[in-house]
């Protein structure tokens, strides 16, 4: 059975930082692309970060380029996502998702249709 389980959500102030991290367990399929979603009240789920199987390929929305850094150690076989610089605006549900079919080793997308498991998500809320 597949888990994916985030954590590191929290209350941080404007221009702080907090560093999610997630853990996929009973994944057997390999490679796997993942992604970082967000979704604040009233608002669509947004992809906001998404890493290739390699690590080599990994890619930033607009909304977090510049701040949000997405990294993966296959030793401990965990996701990051360090976010510094926090806006008022990144306040939102954030989820972990994996790609267990990706078109290759290099691929990764902001398609939530493309993601074969989810997290259930961890809480950012950012205090102006």
């Known amino acids: 059975q597949v888990q994916i389980v985030e954590s590191g959500g929290g209350s941080a102030e404007a221009g702080g930082s907090l560093k999610l991290s997630c853990k996929p367990s009973?994944?057997?399929?390999?490679?796997?692309?993942m992604a970082w979603f967000r979704q604040a009240p009233g608002k669509e789920r947004e992809g906001i970060s998404c890493i290739s199987w390699s690590g080599s390929s990994s890619h930033y929305s607009d909304s977090v380029r510049g701040r949000f850094t997405i990294s993966r150690d296959y030793g401990l076989n965990t996701l990051y996502l360090q976010m510094n610089n926090l806006e008022p605006e990144d306040t939102a549900m954030y989820y972990c998702a994996a790609d267990v079919d990706p078109r290759n080793n290099e691929y990764c997308s902001f398609s939530s249709g493309e993601y074969d498991y989810w997290g259930k998500g961890t809480q950012v809320t950012v205090l102006s």
């Open positions: 009973g994944l057997t399929f390999d490679p796997f692309a």
